[in-house]
Nanobody, 121 residues
Framework: QVQLVESGGGLVQAGGSLRLSCVVS????????MGWFRRTPGKEREFVAA????????DYADSVKGRFTISRDNAKNTIYLQMNSLKPEDTAIYYC??????????????WGQGTQVTVSS
């Protein structure tokens, strides 16, 4: 069973940056397509970004394109989300997800517990 643990969340001012990390354990990270999602109170969970098993393909939500970068280090079983030019509307709980499908926008089977990101104006 794969396990995902996120870290790196926190409080940052608008315009600032944060880097989220997701450590994969229980299975080799390179066998999974990985994604980041976020949820704010009263809203459905929202796709943020995804990366293929090798890291050669990525996909982003329009709302974060050009500001966020997803990457992975399979040797470290870790996936990252670099978030720049943060806006108050980026405030959410951010979740790491994994799936064996090769599709980037898929139904992800495995989820972490989430890490809170708060952007103050």
């Amino acid at each position: 069973q794969v396990q995902l643990v996120e870290s790196g969340g926190g409080l940052v001012q608008a315009g600032g940056s944060l880097r989220l990390s997701c450590v994969v354990s229980g299975r080799t990270a390179s066998t999974y397509t990985m994604g980041w999602f976020r949820r704010t109170p009263g809203k459905e969970r929202e796709f943020v970004a995804a990366i293929s098993r090798s890291g050669s393909s990525t996909d982003y939500a329009d709302s974060v394109k050009g500001r966020f970068t997803i990457s992975r280090d399979n040797a470290k079983n870790t996936i990252y989300l670099q978030m720049n030019s943060l806006k108050p509307e980026d405030t959410a709980i951010y979740y790491c997800a994994a799936d064996r499908s090769t599709a980037l926008r898929t139904h992800y089977d495995y989820w972490g517990q989430g890490t809170q990101v708060t952007v103050s104006s």
